[in-house]
């Protein structure tokens, strides 16, 4: 028998009606509890309790504004009533206005302090908005009153993992899997923790147990791989990246990171297509840039047009794969190079550019652009087919000046660089600080700092060692360092852009690398195909400069036994 109700216009109103419409609004039969409210509502239109639940049969169907338009009107009759409060925040979360929805669950808290659903969903919501430190005490406040509320402490444990507080992070997710061990949120959160944390063999237990339990979670998966290639697995990394790149084709992070591990294992015929992915991210590591003119590729002849080359990532990228440029010149076509501001003297003058511009400069008509990193994909760049370095000196009248500068000291000359900008992604990993660094000075050698900046964490050491000399400000652009460097007999760095300038100069040069190099110092080599005169010193494992340190004093040791006296 059919349970609809059918209630003509004039039909009397029951005194049970409320009760009846409520107990079918309970029993999920919501088309006959609405026709109920309504008829109750057009006897008694100030019934503030069929406004209420009229508001939240809305809400159930779906169609928020009407919901908050009841409850509000509910609420006008009845201020302190916290179940319209509290579904009038629902539905206005529902419908994006958070501020408003803060301030409903505010008036419930108000009214009713103890409301755990209202402060786990404000704590959830300004979590949302990114207002983490509000969200840590909202879910703090319901973990006091209820120390097992599990929705409230995972969402903790998220909200100090956005704050960086990665142990208590950690900790959190682990008791979250103490009270529900095949949790995969919780077990997917607390491996990335783990690997922001450095404890990579964690991490990686961490994604097999999620991968057990549902094998088919993309993000899983990637982040396998990155723990996988941050420990030097760099095949198994690729064999994970191209999972991941099965299950979501369009896995932006997945294509790109596939090609920087096929670049990094020599696989430069995967590599140079698939990094080409660097465009399509949503955290983009080389912004997309409209000329309003094609992007060159290769292929299509171009003598006679005029094309634009410019920078796109690092001063570093600039310097190594401006040696493309003559090549495109050699085409036929006029070429103009966009750089960074710091390199437009250093470059004025390199081969093939007929004109060196700075970013931000007013650019002429062009008919095509083509970033310079993506060069290689458009030669077809193969490891025996790599060009030689740009011809890049310093001015002789700013390396006499420096060369008067530092006066006629016979020692062998070393410069010094032992950490790039500390906006790097990867700078944890490639910097080293001065205090370690200093392992290097020995005598018989003078040494030069080519820092131009100096980190406040380094004063102290660098106090502490007069015999490393620090120009700092005196190295006010590229030509300046480059002419130092000229005076120098070896500089010794870590990966930096002045690794990559005096490589380019032919000037022998010491790079130190983490057990995660960047792709272009490859692997299992101490030499490299980019630059003749680089040594490589890499890290056995993960956090072990202490060794690398020890071999490169050793060679500088060899070094000053040869150096004529």
Same mark, same amino acid.
């Given at each position: 028998?059919?349970?609809?109700?059918?209630?003509?216009?004039?039909?009397?109103?029951?005194?049970?009606?409320?009760?009846?419409?409520?107990?079918?609004?309970?029993?999920?039969?919501?088309?006959?509890?609405?026709?109920?409210?309504?008829?109750?509502?057009?006897?008694?239109?100030?019934?503030?309790?069929?406004?209420?639940?009229?508001?939240?049969?809305?809400?159930?169907?779906?169609?928020?504004?009407?919901?908050?338009?009841?409850?509000?009107?509910?609420?006008?009759?009845?201020?302190?009533?916290?179940?319209?409060?509290?579904?009038?925040?629902?539905?206005? =979360?529902?419908?994006?206005?958070?501020?408003?929805?803060?301030?409903?669950?505010?008036?419930?808290?108000?009214?009713?302090?103890?409301?755990?659903?209202?402060?786990?969903?404000?704590?959830?919501?300004?979590?949302?908005?990114?207002?983490?430190?509000?969200?840590?005490?909202?879910?703090?406040?319901?973990?006091?009153?209820?120390?097992?509320?599990?929705?409230?402490?995972?969402?903790?444990?998220?909200?100090?993992?956005?704050? /960086?507080?990665?142990?208590?992070?950690?900790? /959190?997710?682990?008791?979250?899997?103490?009270?529900?061990?095949?949790?995969?949120?919780?077990?997917?959160?607390?491996?990335?923790?783990?690997?922001?944390?450095?404890?990579?063999?964690?991490?990686?237990?961490?994604?097999?147990?999620?991968?057990?339990?549902?094998?088919?979670?993309?993000?899983?998966?990637?982040?396998?791989?990155?723990?996988?290639?941050?420990?030097?697995?760099?095949?198994?990394?690729?064999?994970?990246?191209?999972?991941?790149?099965?299950?979501?084709?369009?896995?932006?992070?997945?294509?790109?990171?596939?090609?920087?591990?096929?670049?990094?294992?020599?696989?430069?015929?995967?590599?140079?297509?698939?990094?080409?992915?660097?465009?399509?991210?949503?955290?983009?590591?080389?912004?997309?840039?409209?000329?309003?003119?094609?992007?060159?590729?290769?292929?299509?002849?171009?003598?006679?047009?005029?094309?634009?080359?410019?920078?796109? =990532?690092?001063?570093?990228?600039?310097?190594?794969?401006?040696?493309?440029?003559?090549?495109?010149?050699?085409? /036929?076509?006029?070429?103009?190079?966009?750089?960074?501001?710091?390199?437009?003297?250093?470059?004025?003058?390199?081969?093939?550019?007929?004109?060196?511009?700075?970013?931000?400069?007013?650019?002429?008509?062009?008919?095509?652009?083509?970033?310079?990193?993506?060069?290689?994909?458009?030669? /077809?760049?193969?490891?025996?087919?790599?060009?030689?370095?740009?011809?890049?000196?310093?001015?002789?009248?700013?390396?006499?000046?420096?060369?008067?500068?530092?006066?006629?000291?016979?020692?062998?000359?070393?410069?010094?660089?032992?950490?790039?900008?500390?906006?790097?992604?990867?700078?944890?990993?490639?910097?080293?600080?001065?205090?370690?660094?200093?392992?290097?000075?020995?005598?018989?050698?003078?040494?030069?700092?080519?820092?131009?900046?100096?980190?406040?964490?380094?004063?102290?050491?660098?106090?502490?060692?007069?015999?490393?000399?620090?120009?700092?400000?005196?190295?006010?652009?590229?030509?300046?360092?480059?002419?130092?460097?000229?005076?120098?007999?070896?500089?010794?760095?870590?990966?930096?852009?002045?690794?990559?300038? #005096?490589?380019?100069?032919?000037?022998?040069?010491?790079?130190?690398?983490?057990?995660?190099?960047?792709?272009?110092?490859?692997?299992?080599?101490?030499?490299?195909?980019?630059?003749?005169?680089?040594?490589?010193?890499?890290?056995?494992?993960?956090?072990?400069?202490?060794?690398?340190?020890?071999?490169?004093?050793?060679?500088? #040791?060899?070094?000053?036994?040869?150096?004529?006296?």
């Amino acid at each position: 028998m059919s349970s609809t109700v059918r209630l003509p216009s004039h039909a009397p109103l029951d005194p049970n009606a409320l009760a009846r419409a409520h107990s079918l609004h309970r029993q999920g039969l919501l088309a006959e509890a609405e026709a109920l409210y309504r008829h109750i509502l057009q006897a008694q239109p100030q019934q503030v309790d069929a406004l209420q639940l009229l508001g939240l049969i809305e809400a159930q169907n779906q169609r928020s504004v009407e919901a908050v338009a009841l409850f509000d009107a509910a609420l006008a009759l009845r201020p302190d009533l916290v179940a319209a409060w509290f579904n009038r925040g629902i539905s206005l =979360q529902t419908l994006k206005r958070s501020a408003d929805a803060i301030g409903s669950y505010d008036r419930v808290l108000a009214l009713q302090p103890e409301h755990a659903k209202a402060q786990y969903s404000r704590a959830f919501l300004l979590h949302e908005l990114q207002r983490n430190a509000e969200a840590l005490d909202g879910f703090e406040v319901l973990l006091r009153a209820s120390p097992q509320h599990f929705e409230a402490l995972y969402g903790r444990s998220v909200v100090l993992q956005h704050l /960086g507080r990665h142990g208590e992070a950690v900790a /959190g997710y682990e008791s979250c899997l103490a009270m529900a061990p095949d949790h995969v949120d919780a077990l997917f959160n607390r491996s990335l923790v783990l690997h922001q944390l450095n404890r990579t063999a964690d991490a990686l237990d961490g994604y097999d147990r999620v991968l057990a339990l549902k094998p088919d979670h993309t993000e899983a998966v990637f982040g396998r791989g990155v723990a996988l290639q941050a420990c030097g697995r760099h095949r198994q990394a690729q064999d994970d990246y191209g999972r991941a790149c099965e299950l979501q084709p369009q896995h932006e992070r997945a294509h790109l990171n596939r090609s920087l591990c096929a670049l990094l294992l020599g696989d430069f015929d995967t590599g140079w297509p698939g990094y080409e992915w660097r465009f399509c991210q949503t955290e983009q590591v080389a912004p997309i840039r409209d000329f309003g003119v094609p992007r060159w590729q290769g292929g299509p002849e171009i003598r006679g047009k005029t094309i634009l080359l410019h920078a796109e =990532q690092g001063l570093g990228d600039t310097i190594q794969f401006g040696r493309y440029i003559e090549q495109v010149a050699a085409l /036929g076509a006029s070429v103009l190079l966009e750089v960074q501001p710091p390199l437009q003297v250093l470059l004025a003058d390199i081969d093939g550019a007929e004109t060196v511009l700075a970013h931000g400069d007013a650019l002429p008509v062009v008919d095509l652009h083509c970033s310079l990193l993506s060069l290689p994909l458009a030669f /077809g760049t193969r490891l025996d087919t790599i060009p030689a370095p740009l011809t890049l000196r310093a001015a002789p009248s700013q390396v006499q000046a420096w060369r008067q500068r530092l006066g006629d000291d016979p020692r062998l000359r070393v410069g010094l660089v032992w950490s790039g900008s500390p906006l790097h992604l990867n700078d944890v990993n490639r910097s080293i600080p001065l205090a370690d660094f200093s392992a290097l000075l020995c005598d018989g050698v003078a040494f030069y700092s080519l820092q131009p900046e100096l980190r406040d964490s380094d004063r102290a050491a660098l106090d502490a060692h007069p015999e490393l000399r620090h120009f700092g400000s005196e190295l006010r652009q590229f030509t300046d360092t480059a002419a130092l460097i000229e005076a120098m007999d070896v500089v010794i760095t870590v990966d930096t852009s002045v690794a990559h300038l #005096a490589g380019t100069m032919g000037k022998p040069v010491w790079i130190l690398l983490s057990a995660a190099p960047d792709w272009r110092w490859m692997l299992g080599r101490d030499d490299s195909p980019w630059y003749p005169t680089v040594r490589l010193f890499r890290q056995p494992a993960v956090g072990d400069w202490p060794s690398v340190l020890d071999r490169v004093r050793a060679a500088l #040791a060899g070094l000053v036994e040869q150096h004529p006296r």
